[in-house]
Structures are given as structure tokens and as C-alpha cells.
């Protein structure tokens, strides 16, 4: 039992999620809030980004179910030396370098580079056990060719008028009787690079902004065996801008849920609803495979099958990444479905067939009662509705008190 749930209910996941409900949780929200895919949702990545630090970590985890947030902000932050910014936990989700921007992580010494464009790409588990290629269209910056990215004509710029070619903007503001404050940022009228392109002269097929919007096609390759959330990468494919090499575009693969099968590593579970005579008396049943394979499974004769009872098939599951002959195992849990009554006569003769029933050794003084069919929720619902009752009864007699009568003239 938790104490609050306000970090789970952040990310949406129950209080008993795995490390992998976790992450993949973690990567739809961060991926959906990121500043630079939505600007006006900071606080809400900060949050979720430190519900994820908590939750992520087992000793963190620990101690908020226990004492909830207030104990992590007391100091209880232990196994993990503090909390990070949202933006090393979103590197260091991503592998050290920042999906949207090409300048974090490992390529602190490298060129420059734009940001890299991310995108999640949905495909559903015959396609990742079958392989499969999906085209995806996507827009990007590219160098305008009518100007080669310079914006304009030769001589086409011209000193900002709005930071005089500081890049920055400089405004005064008062935040208090005597007290200014002086707040520095960045020129929106040149975007920080101190000059402007003369309208006379300005390109325009970009209008002087020295890239252009494109949508391109990238054929995008799930490979058999690959796993939700794994990363596809085209390298340099992302946008184009003077001066910066392109970063990448990156997909991002979310499988689908599946009617029958969840996966588990390499194996494929799949849950069996199976009748008594089947459980009983033996089964034959007809799977249909994720290739469109026909597999039959049976029971021997005598073996008794029970509700919760595995049985497994070998190399039936999902093929090895990058070595896709190798297979898991298809994993069955059977459940058993009982029929709501049985004819009298025909109980008869099933006893006369079954293993026979120790009879009970009765002593000459017993009671024999009653078996009533009974329903938690219902029986809840009636006690609840009966304390509303005595509470009515209560209110009625209040106004004279236990026993007090009121007499007539």
C-alpha cells in the first residue's frame, strides 16, 4: 500500500508498474511535453520527469511509497546522490544524446549541429515478429536553393535596428518601489544573429529565413525481432541549417496491443479458455500464429488439465533481433470454463464415473443450513444503504432526545 499516488498518477501507471511500464510511460509524456516540441508545457516536464527519477529508482521508490513526496523532499532521496535536471534524465533516457537537440550529451566537442527530430512510429506485433516496411512522411528545413541559404541578394544585409547588432535585447523593468531589474534576451527580430535582410533584396522563394519547409518519405525498415521503444535511426536526415550540420531523425517504435498475444522478452503469452470435458477428458485446439501458421495442440489421453495451468511451445515465440531463426517460446495459461449447472441426472452419472467422494463422518446432533449464492459488491452496497437508514432514524429522534415523549394539552 502507497501512501499517495501522485508521482504514478503523473505518468499514468499503477501504483504495481514494472520498470518497463515505467519507461515506456516516461518516454510518451517526455516525448509530448518536451519544451522544444511544446513550449508552454515546462512545469508540467519538470513534474514528470522527477515522478520518473523517483519511481525509476528502487531505493527512491522505497521511500516515497512510504512516506510519499514529502519524505523525498526531506532528504530521502537516497541510491541515487540528489535529482537531476529534466534535461540530463531525458538525455539519459534517450542514450546521452538529446532526441530533439543535437548539441547535449556525447557531442559536447563535436560540429554543431540542429536539432534532431523525433518521431513515434506505432506497429503492431505481426510486424515486429514478420519485419515489415512503413513509409512515414515527415517536414523538415532544408537550404533554400533559389539563395544557397543566404536569404537574399548579395549585400542584402543589414545591421538590426532593434539590438544594433548585439543579438541581444536589453529591457528595464521595475519590480519594486526603488528597484529595477535589468533582463537580458535574446532579439526576436533578428533571432540573436544581429543582422537583417533588406526587404528590397530578400529572397523570395524563403523570404529571407534561408531554409524552406519540405516533406520527405522515409522508408523506415522494422527489422524482425525488434522491441517496443526501440530507437531507428537516419542519420543527417533532420533539418538543414547554414553553418550547422543536420542532426538526425530518429523513430521511436510503440507496439500496439495485441487481442491474444503479450510479449515477454522472446516468448509470446497467450491466455486458453477451455471447457470441463477438454480439462477432463482431453483437448485439440487450432492456433493461429502470428505468420498466419495453423498450430495444433493436444493434451494426452488421462492428463487433467487446471484453471492457471502453463504449458509451452517451443520456438513458437518472437524471432531474436538480428538473428531471427532463433525463436522463444509460445507460453499457454489455461483457464477452465465450468458450466453454470448440471442436469441432476447427469451429476448421477458423473459421480459414478469420478474418482469417488469421502463421505463426511456426521454425528447424530448437527444442523444442516443452507448455501446462499453471495456477492461481495451487492452485500456491500446493501450494508452501506442500511447505515444511511440508521442515520435517518437518528436525525428523526434528535430533536427530543432518546425516549422523551412529547405530551398533548
Request: with cysteine.
Amino acid at each position: 500500500m502507497v501512501k499517495e499516488t501522485k508521482f504514478y498518477d503523473l505518468l499514468g501507471v499503477p501504483p504495481n508498474a514494472d520498470d518497463s511500464t515505467l519507461k515506456k510511460a516516461y518516454r510518451k509524456l517526455a516525448m509530448k511535453y518536451h519544451p522544444d516540441k511544446n513550449p508552454n508545457a515546462g512545469d508540467k516536464f519538470k513534474e514528470i520527469s522527477l515522478a520518473y527519477e523517483v519511481l525509476s529508482n528502487p531505493e527512491k521508490r522505497r521511500i516515497y511509497d512510504q512516506g510519499g513526496e514529502q519524505a523525498i523532499k526531506e532528504g530521502g532521496s537516497g541510491g541515487g546522490g540528489g535529482f537531476h535536471s529534466p534535461m540530463d534524465i531525458f538525455d539519459m533516457f534517450f542514450g546521452g544524446g538529446d532526441p530533439f537537440g543535437g548539441g547535449r550529451g556525447g557531442r559536447r566537442g563535436g560540429p554543431r549541429r540542429t536539432k534532431n527530430i523525433v518521431h513515434q512510429l506505432s506497429v503492431s506485433l505481426e510486424e515486429l515478429y514478420n519485419g515489415a516496411t512503413r513509409k512515414l512522411a515527415v517536414q523538415k528545413n532544408v537550404i533554400c536553393d533559389a539563395c544557397d541559404g543566404v536569404g537574399g541578394k548579395p549585400g542584402c544585409f543589414q545591421k538590426c535596428m532593434v539590438c544594433r547588432g548585439s543579438g541581444m535585447q536589453i529591457r528595464i523593468q521595475q519590480i519594486g518601489p526603488g528597484m529595477m531589474q535589468q533582463i537580458q534576451s535574446m532579439c526576436q527580430e533578428c533571432n540573436g544573429e544581429g543582422e537583417t535582410v533588406d526587404p528590397k533584396l530578400r529572397c523570395k522563394k524563403c523570404n529571407g529565413k534561408k531554409v524552406i519547409r519540405e516533406r520527405k518519405i522515409l522508408e523506415v525498415n522494422v527489422d524482425k525481432g525488434m522491441v517496443d521503444g526501440q530507437k531507428i535511426q537516419f542519420t543527417e536526415e533532420g533539418d538543414q541549417e547554414p553553418g550547422l550540420e543536420p542532426g538526425d531523425i530518429i523513430i521511436v517504435l510503440d507496439e500496439k496491443q495485441h487481442e491474444l498475444f503479450k510479449r515477454n522478452g522472446m516468448d509470446l503469452v497467450m491466455k486458453m479458455d477451455i471447457s470441463l470435458t477438454e480439462a477432463l477428458c482431453g483437448l485439440k485446439k487450432v492456433i493461429k500464429t502470428l505468420d498466419d501458421r495453423s498450430l495444433v495442440i493436444q493434451t494426452v489421453p488421462g492428463e487433467v488439465i487446471k484453471t492457471g495451468d502453463l504449458k509451452a511451445v517451443r520456438g513458437e515465440g518472437m524471432p531474436q533481433y538480428r538473428n531471427p531463426f532463433e525463436k522463444g517460446r509460445l507460453i499457454i495459461t489455461f483457464n477452465v470454463v465450468f458450466p453454470p449447472s448440471l442436469d441432476p441426472a447427469m451429476a448421477q452419472q458423473l459421480a459414478t464415473i469420478l474418482p469417488a467422494v469421502d463421505e463426511p463422518m456426521i454425528p447424530e446432533d448437527h444442523d444442516e443450513v443452507d448455501l446462499d449464492d453471495f456477492d461481495p459488491k451487492a452485500d456491500r452496497a446493501q450494508n452501506h444503504r442500511g447505515q444511511y437508514d440508521e442515520d435517518d432514524d437518528e436525525h428523526g429522534h434528535g430533536a427530543h432526545g432518546p425516549g422523551v415523549s412529547c405530551a398533548t394539552q
